[in-house]
């Protein structure tokens, strides 16, 4: 490997770090878990899944926001500080666990019976218009952060964002070498330099922030708490990892048509479930949220066409990085919303456009009311529910709702012969 090889791919990195981190430090900031470690768990998080995976995954893990609402129901209003906090911590650390052990026994299973029984479940009438709501339920966030700056509509925030998204697609249009693969990371520097002068820009994180984050005390006593093995606490939590199973297999069907190759048989669906569960365990016994695959890591492949897992395993080390030195996590969370939320525009587009052409290249035939019923219900649930009440505090995504109703109907509408194109 060279040194110029070398800086590319630690270049790359930096732009799939950049990419996760708004959505990653957001989980705790909405949940009370501290932002520091949950950094540090997705870093290592993501090098245990590429561990397990055999290295040929090119995926990220960061905060699963599916988890929110148990960990919520736990934690409640509580934070750092408060004399109830740490037991309540103890009892989401203690399900978190018991979630990663769910998704463990489930990647045995698929192991026993063989992924042909999942193949079955997830043909491409299903996976293609999930791929699609995988990326247009996340646009609406990024809507909001591209045109608003503190809640209100902002002239100055559509600017950046005309800015970014100009950046992005003249680079990857036109430039060449290095700089063609780097296009993410020119726009958020380009965005980050036009925000100064418009004061969009808050330093206060970075003020704010320890040098060492583990030398907060706080910090400290959350990693040292001991897990507690809770029954409402495990009812509240470990059930939504049937949900986001299904939603790990549809993330994991994105990347493989990005990059062109099936993970689901190479190295098996079955190894990047256990590392996911893995993963998540791990983020329980240190305090920070479940860990998921994301999409806009996915979204970075497909703009790049980079697909070196080693390129991520240097944004895990970044990630890690971030969660021990507090200043360099204060620096990259003062990035702007408008700045974030114009690079997502094309991340979670080029996620939907992956979809398209999954049922493109499976020439599926639309003109069959079969294959018309089946992606119009994923489609319609996947983006119009937003979440659905399972028990208590336990509820089901939208997209994990399309996702069962759409296999059920793929399995019970008898297929035709004209449901697939003639070449």
Known sequence: MTE???????MLGIQHTLAMFGATVLVPALTGLNTSITLFCAGLGTLLFHLVTKKKVPVFLGSSFAFMGGVIAIIGTSRIGDPDFLGKLAAVKGALIVAGLVYVLFAGLIKLFGYEK???LLPPIVTGPIIIVIGLRLSSSAINNAFYANGEFSLKAVLVTVVVLSTVVVISVFAKGIFNLMPI??????????????????????REAHFFSFMDANIVSQLLCVPVFQMDAILAIAPIALVTMIEHVGDITTNSAVVGKNFMV?????????????????????????????????GVLAVTKVYDPAVIRIAAVF?????????????????????????????YGMISAVGVRILVNGRLNFGNSRNLMIAAVILVLGIG???????????????????????????????????????
């Open 118 to 120: 999942v193949n079955k």
């Open 185 to 206: 990371l020119f726009a958020i520097i380009a965005g980050y330099l036009v925000c100064l002068p418009l004061g969009l820009t808050d330093f206060t994180a970075v």
């Open 319 to 347: 990630a890690v990085i971030l969660g021990i030195f507090g200043k360099f996590g204060g620096f990259i969370t003062s990035i702007p919303g408008p700045v974030t939320g114009g690079i997502s525009i094309v991340l």
């Open 266 to 298: 190479d190295p098996g669906i079955h190894r990047t479930i256990l590392g996911d569960g893995l993963a998540t365990m791990l983020a329980g016994f240190l305090g920070g949220p479940a860990n998921t695959t994301y999409g806009e890591n996915t």
């Open 385 to 423: 529910c937003d979440s659905i009440p399972v028990y208590g505090m336990v509820t089901i995504s939208g997209l994990a709702l399309a996702a069962v109703v759409g296999i059920l109907l793929a399995q019970i509408l008898p297929e035709g012969e004209d449901s697939i194109l003639e070449e």
């Open 4 to 10: 110029r090889t070398t800086r590319q791919k630690i």
